[in-house]
Nanobody
């Protein structure tokens, strides 16, 4: 079955960086687009970035442009979210996701807290 497992979250000071990873299994990873979402306390889940099977990147959240980027390693079935110049408003649970068989799958999420 499809499994997505995020890692790499934590506490970081404003201006710092984090790199999130999402290990995928149960499907042919290289053939599917991957997305990163985030959900801050009291807010709806927000689509942040996506990467197509061919590596085309789309940024959906204006607030992360120029600071966050997404990448994938098809040999390792892993998608990454590189987050730089982090701000307190980036504090959220970050989820990776894919659409497979007309169903959207989610990981369990990883907490990112940006605070001094």
């Amino acid at each position: 079955q499809v499994q997505l497992v995020e890692s790499g979250g934590g506490l970081v000071q404003p201006g710092g960086s984090l790199r999130l990873s999402c290990a995928a299994s149960g499907f042919t990873f290289s053939r599917y687009a991957m997305r990163w979402y985030r959900q801050a306390p009291g807010k709806e889940r927000e689509l942040v970035l996506s990467i197509s099977s061919s590596g085309v990147i789309t940024t959906y959240a204006e607030s992360v442009k120029g600071r966050f980027t997404i990448s994938r390693d098809n040999a390792k079935n892993t998608v990454f979210l590189q987050m730089n110049s982090l701000k307190p408003e980036d504090t959220a649970v970050y989820y990776c996701s894919t659409l497979w068989g007309n169903y959207r799958y989610w990981g369990q999420g990883t907490q990112v807290t940006v605070s001094s």
